[in-house]
């Protein structure tokens, strides 16, 4: 049995953290077994599906090199659709209900407030052919049920274990909507069927649908994959991560935060398991780590600030190559390894490069505030070229003649030189500098 998995996204919003953790926790187990991917857009919802979220899924998802073997979209399978709830119609598993939202909601407030479960009362099913005759001639059309067999549901998950339902204990679920629309506990059970799916893993917030969705596996007679059901993320109050959290987006994480693909696939594909977050630099790695029976039943949380924290550390790591496109897109086409290399260990985003390519390829205004030093250490300056070298160099030199060391030595140069307090190594610095910059910031001028 070859291993299927699917990501199944709702094109109704811009993708979270959560989200894309559950997208990459299924490509790693597919990429893990040698099995494959699809990405299914459960785009029934027509009223609040957008194509321009579709879009947005699909960028996301490339950004992290979680590509698919496979893709699916709902809306082309209405046909498929309509077969099988006319099959389930004709087997009685599905029957019509023609009750009002208002109704239903005076028959749930009645049983909880007689503490009982509100599980629909199956009404419907007590209603003949005449009574059906005279509400449809009233104007109403039915909504349709599923029709729960009252027996144990069970499965061993692959995060909770064993997991027992009791079939009487859950509400016959609506599959198809009154405008005959088929509902989305039908339509992922007949995709996962017909796409021969085997894996379904998916968050914790979809337990109940699994039992409900297990009966309705049989019913179609397709065969019932294996289960896992994680944890959702919280925040660090332990608040659900909502879909409309736009900061959480991945878009903005990209595009605002600047966090590269690598750092957030290292800490999503670690929280809420027993490994310890490290830095990896390719989603190989991580498949190497991978294995679903390390992921915790306890609630992990996502915390932006250790995002952040990775990406500077990611960062640090990262060959020029692997952000020469991110520096061009700054502008900073001219960048080089040399100059990568240099700031790298100051960054905790890209873009802070700019700053750092402003001080060694623009004019600067030195913080020159003794003179007298800077100009007996300009005077000192070797000739170029200039190599990793030269600070030592020439810093040994300036030592020699003016006696100091430390913090008096290095402090005024590097102030002097770019006009600020802290900054990468000057040993890195300074041939990108150049020594005719060198030489004019020393001198107190803008250059
Ligand atoms: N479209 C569903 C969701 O986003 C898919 C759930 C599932 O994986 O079955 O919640």
């Given at each position: 049995?070859?291993?299927?998995?699917?990501?199944?996204?709702?094109?109704?919003?811009?993708?979270?953290?959560?989200?894309?953790?559950?997208?990459?926790?299924?490509?790693?187990?597919?990429?893990?077994?040698?099995?494959?991917?699809?990405?299914?857009?459960?785009?029934?919802?027509?009223?609040?599906?957008?194509?321009?979220?579709?879009?947005?899924?699909?960028?996301?998802?490339?950004?992290?090199?979680?590509?698919?073997?496979?893709?699916?979209?709902?809306?082309?399978?209405?046909?498929?659709?309509?077969?099988?709830?006319?099959?389930?119609?004709?087997?009685?598993r599905?029957?019509?209900?023609?009750?009002?939202?208002?109704?239903?909601?005076?028959?749930?407030?009645?049983l909880?407030?007689?503490g009982r479960p509100p599980i629909y009362d199956r009404?419907?099913l007590?209603?003949?052919?005449?009574?059906?005759?005279?509400?449809?001639?009233?104007?109403?059309?039915?909504?349709?049920r599923f029709k729960l067999e009252h027996t144990p549901v069970e499965w061993t998950d692959?995060?909770r274990g064993p997991v027992h339902f009791e079939g009487s204990a859950l509400s016959d679920p609506?599959?198809?909507?009154?405008?005959?629309?088929?509902?989305?506990t039908?339509?992922?059970?007949?995709?996962?069927?017909?796409?021969?799916?085997?894996?379904?893993?998916?968050?914790?917030?979809h337990v109940a649908n699994t039992a409900v969705q297990i009966q309705i596996f049989q019913a179609?007679?397709?065969?019932v994959?294996?289960f896992?059901h994680?944890?959702?993320?919280?925040?660090?109050?332990?608040?659900?991560?909502?879909?409309?959290?736009?900061?959480?987006?991945?878009?903005?994480?990209?595009?605002?935060?600047?966090?590269?693909?690598?750092?957030?696939?290292?800490?999503?594909?670690?929280?809420?398991?027993?490994?310890?977050?490290?830095?990896?630099?390719?989603?190989?790695?991580?498949?190497?780590?991978?294995?679903?029976?390390?992921?915790?039943?306890?609630?992990?949380?996502?915390?932006?600030?250790?995002?952040?924290?990775?990406?500077?550390?990611?960062?640090?790591?990262?060959?020029?190559?692997?952000?020469?496109?991110?520096?061009?897109?700054?502008?900073?086409?001219?960048?080089?390894?040399?100059?990568?290399?240099?700031?790298?260990?100051?960054?905790?985003?890209?873009?802070?490069?700019?700053?750092?390519?402003?001080?060694?390829?623009?004019?600067?205004?030195?913080?020159?505030?003794?003179?007298?030093?800077?100009?007996?250490?300009?005077?000192?300056?070797?000739?170029?070229?200039?190599?990793?070298?030269?600070?030592?160099?020439?810093?040994?030199?300036?030592?020699?003649?003016?006696?100091?060391?430390?913090?008096?030595?290095?402090?005024?140069?590097?102030?002097?030189?770019?006009?600020?307090?802290?900054?990468?190594?000057?040993?890195?610095?300074?041939?990108?500098?150049?020594?005719?910059?060198?030489?004019?910031?020393?001198?107190?001028?803008?250059?």
């Open positions: 049995m070859s291993v299927a998995v699917r990501f199944a996204p709702s094109p109704t919003g811009l993708l979270h953290v959560g989200n894309v953790r559950l997208a990459l926790v299924n490509w790693l187990f597919a990429r893990k077994a040698g099995g494959n991917f699809l990405l299914r857009l459960d785009d029934t919802d027509e009223e609040r599906s957008k194509p321009e979220y579709a879009e947005g899924i699909e960028r996301d998802l490339i950004w992290l090199g979680l590509t698919w073997d496979r893709f699916a979209r709902e809306s082309d399978r209405y046909g498929r659709y309509d077969e099988v709830a006319a099959a389930l119609k004709a087997s009685g599905l029957y019509p209900c023609y009750e009002t939202p208002e109704e239903l909601n005076l028959k749930r407030a009645s909880v407030s007689q009404a419907a007590r209603l003949g052919d005449a009574d059906r005759a005279r509400l449809e001639s009233e104007g109403r059309t039915p909504h349709w692959l995060v609506v599959l198809i909507r009154e405008d005959g629309r088929p509902l989305y039908l339509t992922s059970v007949v995709d996962d069927a017909d796409l021969a799916i085997t894996h379904v893993i998916r968050g914790e917030d179609v007679g397709g065969a994959p294996v896992a994680l944890p959702l993320l919280t925040d660090a109050t332990g608040q659900g991560l909502s879909k409309r959290l736009g900061s959480l987006s991945v878009a903005s994480l990209r595009e605002e935060e600047g966090i590269e693909p690598m750092a957030l696939a290292s800490l999503l594909a670690k929280l809420g398991t027993s490994d310890a977050i490290e830095p990896r630099l390719t989603l190989d790695e991580l498949v190497a780590e991978f294995d679903i029976a390390k992921v915790s039943r306890a609630t992990p949380k996502f915390d932006p600030e250790e995002l952040l924290r990775l990406n500077a550390r990611i960062l640090h790591l990262l060959p020029f190559e692997r952000v020469a496109g991110e520096l061009a897109a700054l502008g900073l086409d001219d960048a080089d390894a040399a100059f990568w290399e240099a700031v790298r260990p100051n960054l905790s985003r890209v873009a802070e490069a700019r700053d750092w390519w402003a001080v060694t390829h623009a004019p600067v205004a030195p913080v020159a505030d003794d003179p007298a030093f800077l100009a007996e250490a300009a005077a000192l300056l070797p000739e170029e070229p200039w190599d990793l070298s030269t600070w030592g160099t020439w810093t040994g030199a300036v030592k020699a003649r003016t006696g100091r060391k430390g913090k008096d030595l290095f402090l005024p140069l590097r102030r002097a030189l770019t006009g600020r307090d802290h900054g990468p190594e000057l040993k890195n610095l300074l041939p990108l500098i150049g020594r005719t910059r060198a030489q004019k910031r020393l001198a107190g001028e803008t250059a």
